[in-house]
């Protein structure tokens, strides 16, 4: 029994390092989308607008990787 509360205590900070970089990366994706916009279509997206246009496009593909 405490063998299993180590190994799960322990593993905790990696999910959570692991969890940061995912969103650390989501982060640059959509401000990459941000900046195609306004290359592409000449829109001047908010980091906020960008987020939900981005999230409602590719969220679901970029969990899936």
Known sequence: MVAIE??????EPERNDMFLA????Q???IEAYRLNVLRREGRK???????RE?????AQDFTAN
């Open 6 to 11: 180590k190994q799960r205590l322990s593993s």
């Open 22 to 25: 995912r969103m650390r990366a």
């Open 27 to 29: 982060c640059e994706q």
């Open 45 to 51: 997206l908010t980091l906020d607008q960008a987020a």
């Open 54 to 58: 981005w999230i409602e496009r590719y």
